[in-house]
């Protein structure tokens, strides 16, 4: 659990940090986490998607189809597994997820999420094209999986420091993680393109799809 880490960070328990945006922003403003270099998706792009999915055959092919189902978020702390899907599906139903499906629940992990929508324990479930693409690259048959939904891109995952730490700690950290970008064995079996420097300013998209989704919550109320 990302909840778990932001707290170790808190009480000085953890120095370097991999973080989805979502739960960045809550260290950045919890444990003091500054960011330091984001990962690029396999084909290179600076971001990922996050996607809803469902199993072939369920009849879902549509968001449309998906009401009185059940559903899969991830954790609440999971950008493309919680903020961002759930911010579609209220932009594009007029309704919380609580509302719009029949039983919504929360899997752990994004993996978690992939097999439950195979294996049918729910109709539909969010995950992200980056997670997915790695399952698949390590021996995941997603052919019986349907995207119904996807989202716009959203910047790639942190690793981050917590800002009391020396500048040289920092600087020794980034570029050990930029040195990584030669090891392209390991970064294809990771289904990652590398990592590039980046900092907190990359990350307030995410803060306004907080406050976003607060808004769509309070019309809905």
Known sequence: EYVGVITAMQNDQVDVAYF???????????????ALVK????????????????????GIESLADAKGKSFGFVTPNSTSGFLVPSIGIMETTGMSAEAYFSDVRYTGSHTTSVRAALSGDVDVTATNTLD?????RNGLDASDL?????????PGAVIAVRDDLPDSFKNAVREAMLSFNEETEALEQMARGGFVVTDDSEYNIIRLLE?????????GD
């Not at 990962?39 to 369920?58: F, N, P």
């Open 146 to 154: 349907v995207e119904i939904w996807r989202s716009d891109m959203i």
């Open 20 to 34: 989805g945006p979502k739960s960045y922003v809550e260290a950045n403003r919890m444990a003091g986490a500054e």
């Open 211 to 219: 406050q976003r989704r607060e808004e769509l919550a309070r019309d």
């Open 132 to 136: 997915l693409g790695a399952m698949i």
């Open 39 to 58: 990962q690029l998706s396999d084909d290179g792009s600076e971001g990922y998607h996050s996607i809803l999915v469902t199993r072939r055959g369920s």
